[in-house]
């Protein structure tokens, strides 16, 4: 059986962000898993210059990553209670590749929250899109302190909370996909 590509799509391109320490370990932890295969999507490496879907919006290279994507697992800051433009100019790209895969959420905060309200923005947007969530979100608060200034995790605690969201999205990736294979026959 070959492996599933399930991508962890990092949420931002601003300067000096951390959440980037949190998605690397996420995907650091995701392939400890043999039947998967990821890979952080960093937006700063993508061109995505415009809103919507049109096709001057969208990056060749992102579109080839998500057409062949099972799932993702998805880390954002929280910015102002929300999700960064970049995060959401990156997903609005694409909507056809997204169509009935699993998706799981990382939120990451300087305060004790660890994103939850950016959490709760995405899973709505990602609805609309065709994305299926998973009920386990990991929170990652107090990024200046959980990481240090090397991306080196403090509490190694987190590696469980991880594994355990890896697990689902691993499991929901083959429901999921089993069922797309068989789509045509279900008239969906």
Request: hydrophobic fraction near 35%; proline fraction near 5%; avoid cysteine.
């Amino acid at each position: 059986m070959s492996k599933l590509y399930i991508p962890v799509l990092a949420g931002t391109t601003r300067e000096k962000r951390r959440s980037i320490y949190a998605a690397r370990l996420v995907a650091e932890v995701g392939n400890t898993f043999d039947e998967i295969q990821t890979e952080v999507i960093d937006p700063i490496d993508y061109t995505f210059p415009g809103d919507g879907k049109d096709p001057e919006n969208k990056d060749p290279k992102y579109t080839e990553k998500t057409a062949k994507a099972q799932g993702f697992f998805i880390v954002t800051p929280e910015y102002n209670h929300s999700i960064p433009g970049s995060l959401k100019r990156m997903l609005d790209s694409e909507l056809t590749n997204y169509r009935h895969k699993p998706v799981a959420f990382g939120g990451v905060s300087s305060g004790p929250w660890g994103g939850v309200r950016a959490i709760e923005q995405l899973a709505i947007i990602v609805r609309n899109m065709g994305l299926v969530s998973t009920s386990k979100d990991i929170q990652f608060p107090r990024i200046n302190e959980l990481f240090d200034d090397k991306g080196v995790l403090q509490n190694e605690d987190f590696i469980q909370y991880i594994h355990k969201a890896w697990i689902e999205l691993i499991w929901m990736s083959k429901v999921l996909k089993a069922g797309r294979d068989n789509e045509s026959s279900n008239n969906i």
